[in-house]
């Protein structure tokens, strides 16, 4: 199990490395020349050569990834070249927006799939599971921008329970930062659900035909009893597959929602930056999420072998 | 009264008739085999009497256990029964375990799902248990898992499952079809001393004649959902009534005619092939150790010859097909066909290569589903530099076809079309069509029914008469192996322990290996044979 965690814990650190000069290699290749971005088409040569030194654009490509990576490794991410101030802690703000409307979405998400899925494959051929399969399909087809400007109109502008965008911040207390994550959570996690609610019914219709059920059944267990205590841990290894490209997806993907509901997070931040040539900034950004991503995988790989005993390997 | 009764049961699912006015008892210490090929009924049998039948059936006649109505009884009821009164071991060991349970539980599970104690007294009776299957817990902890278990020992564990609670009666569905010949002597053998030590009636369902007559007390014969004949198993061998009986009971030791003898000419010559695999077993930076798969073997097939196989899993026979056939590069040695080297420079030398042919186990997945016959049984053209085509390629997939059986019109049809030894012929067409000398058959006929076996065996007969061609049949079962080839090769541990002709080796075996596995063969009583 040791070795397992180790050998993980190493390819963790290997992507990372290799993702970095990706990224910075790929930033480096875009075009658009910052300085000149900032100081507009009129401005003199010698005035933006002193503004590249300042933001450290000059030196050789090796130079200049080392001196970011190094930065990244003790928490130092550099300065905005719009905000002029440093990045972390712009994003540091950012995430505390970011991370929990993941996280909720996430848990929303799983809520609703794991029950509905489990429903639906017990019921399997009748008139509930073609239902669950109806609503799912739906659900994985409406667009979720569209579903949060729905329901926005309904739950914000008629019934008044929620506001329709911003977001008050954490200082007010955590009943109101949830509150105004929650319409964006649900649009973000009703596509994610409808999803994994047809990966757990078809990962659980597997393990149901599975022998060992059989054997289960053979053994005096109802049929109840053979789905809880054998079918639904082994129907769990794709089902957290899926789970962990969803939390990747929701940590980055939610620029559409976060716009729609006027979010200061992650994605909208990276948006702007992008618009204004704030390159460092969009390279920290993406860092973080391809940190994020590489995380969520490993934490999904020691998930499996917490299900499975044939990944954990003796000694 | 007998412990289980089974009286005119009928059974249909979706309408569709499955088992015809079925009946049979078995009687408290006694074994009831249920012979039959597949499509018989047997398993439906055995899983009506566990009222676990697929959805949409339906059963009519009476089924009764102890005198209590299994038919009419409640779901409640059937749970509270099965595993408590009746135990049951399925055919595949290696799927019939949860992999994520430790064998400990998974066997406590029985106990705890039918009675009230603590888990502690469940784990102690489950160790009990599997000491009555001869899997002691001082060997293999109950805290085992599945996967760190051979097949053998699983199908303990299945065993133990079924008779944790001591239930009155046992149904064992192919429990040693998926083993090894000596593996499958030991299951029977603890099947047997269960019977007799614990008073339990056993219903032993099996394909293999020679399995159930060594067991059985009492012998039903199935055939598409009827009983053909059924009585106390001995003397019931000698004195078959129904033409079906004899004709399984024929098949089983069919000995196909064979003509042509083999040439003095060695057309495969392998010679101190070995073939190694690295594996990585300890720690990261760990010691490289080196398993041999194939360890220095020699020997030579001649033209017309055919030449067994035998040995079981895990001795190296499949790897030794696999390098061969250049499927696999070997770190010693050299296999020459017609004295042409398979292999040179690292690549498989294509003339050498359509010289051979292999045709596998499994008349399942050895096809793309979305090919019509002909593309299947021409793949093999690949292999030439100028592949007939048009009118020739037509004539040549209807002479293929023709000589396993089948017809010209087949070539148009797909392979789901097509029953299991039918598709085993569309291998052996397949195998042929581009008029290799030597075909190698990899446990052709393992897969098939008895009387479709003798068949094929027959039909492999006749065309190496008629087309000269040389067999290396490589299997597990020795009564086939008997049946077909002249020479045996004797595998163990990647090593030919012992070799000669197969008649010799198999009456006086000299390798002590040889012995066992010919002791451990189930063989039909010598009144029959």
Known sequence: MLQYFLKRLVSLCLSLVAA???????????????????????????????????????????????????????????????????????????????????????????????????????????????????????????????????????????????????????????????????????????????????????????????????????????????????????????????????????????????????????????????????????????????????????????????????????? | MSLLEIEGLSLEIHGEPILKDVSMQVEPGRVLGVIGESGSGKSMTAFGVLQLLPNGSQCRGCISLAGQDILTASEKDLCAMRGRDIGMVFQEPMTALNPLQTIGAQVAETILVHENVPKSEAFERAADALRRAELPPERFPLSRYPHELSGGQRQRVVIAMAIALRPKLLIADEPTTALDVTTQAQILDLLKRLVAGEGMGLMLISHDLAVVADLADDLVIMRSGEVVESGPAHGLFRNLQHPYSRALLEASGHVPERSGAAQDKALLKVRNVIREYQSHSHGWWGRTTHVRAVDNVSFEIRKGESLGLVGESGCGKSTLTRAILGLEEIQGGEILLGGTPVVSHHRVNRDVRRRMQVVFQDPYGSFNPRWRVDRLI???????????FGAEREAAVAEALESVGLSAADSRKFIHEFSGGQRQR?????????????????????????????????????????????????????????????????MKSGQIVEEGPTDRVFDKPQHAYTKQLVAAAPVLPADVA
């Not at chain 1, 618009?275 to 973080?288: G, N, P, T, W, Y």
């Not at chain 2, 021409?378 to 007939?388: A, G, N, R, V, Y």
């Not at chain 2, 042929?432 to 039909?459: C, G, N, T, W």
Request: avoid cysteine; proline fraction near 5%; glycine fraction near 8%.
């Open chain 2, 378 to 388: 021409t793949e093999p053209f690949h292999l030439m530099d100028s592949p007939p």
């Open chain 1, 20 to 315: 970095s000069v990706l990224i910075f290699l790929t930033l480096e290749v875009v075009p658009g020349d910052p300085a000149a971005y900032m100081l507009g088409i009129n401005a003199q040569e010698d005035t933006l050569n002193a503004l590249r030194e300042q933001l450290g654009l000059n030196g050789t490509i090796l130079e200049r990834y080392l001196s970011w990576a190094g930065g990244l490794l003790v928490g130092d991410f550099g300065t905005s070249y719009t905000y002029r101030t440093p990045v972390a802690e712009l994003i540091g703000e950012r995430l505390w927006v970011s991370l929990p409307l993941a996280l909720y979405a996430l848990i929303l998400s799983t809520l609703i799939a794991f029950p509905a899925g489990i429903w639906a494959a017990s019921k399997r051929g009748t008139l509930a599971d073609s239902g669950v399969m109806g609503v799912t399909q739906l659900g994985v087809a409406i667009p979720n921008f569209w579903f949060a400007m729905l329901m926005v109109l309904v739950f914000a502008i008629n019934l008044r329970w929620f506001s329709a965008g911003g977001f008050p911040g954490w200082e007010d207390g955590f009943l109101p930062g949830m509150k105004a994550l929650t319409l964006p959570a649900i649009a973000l996690a009703l596509p994610q659900a409808s999803i994994l609610t047809r990966v757990m019914r078809s990962s659980l219709l597997d393990t149901l035909g599975e022998d060992y059920i059989r054997s289960a059944r053979a053994k005096g267990l109802t049929k109840g009893q053979a789905m809880w205590r054998h079918a639904l841990r082994n129907a769990l290894i794709p089902v957290l597959t899926i789970m962990g490209l969803q939390f990747s997806f929701l940590l980055a993907g939610a620029i559409i929602i976060e716009n729609v509901f006027y979010l200061p997070g992650l994605g909208r931040l990276v948006f702007q930056a992008i618009s204004a040539r704030d390159l460092i900034v969009v390279e920290s950004v993406v860092m973080l999420l391809v940190f994020a991503v590489i995380l969520v995988n490993f934490t999904v790989d020691l998930a499996y072998a917490w299900v499975d005993p044939r990944l954990r390997r003796r000694r």
């Open chain 2, 426 to 490: 569309i291998a052996i067409a397949r195998a042929l069509i581009i008029k290799p000398d030597l075909i190698i058959l990899d446990e052709a006929v393992s897969a098939l029914d008895v009387s479709v076996r003798a068949q094929v065996l027959d039909l492999l007969a006749g065309l190496a008469d008629r087309f000269g061609l040389t067999y290396l049949f490589i299997s597990h079962d020795l009564s086939v192996v008997r049946s077909i080839t002249e020479r045996v090769l004797v």
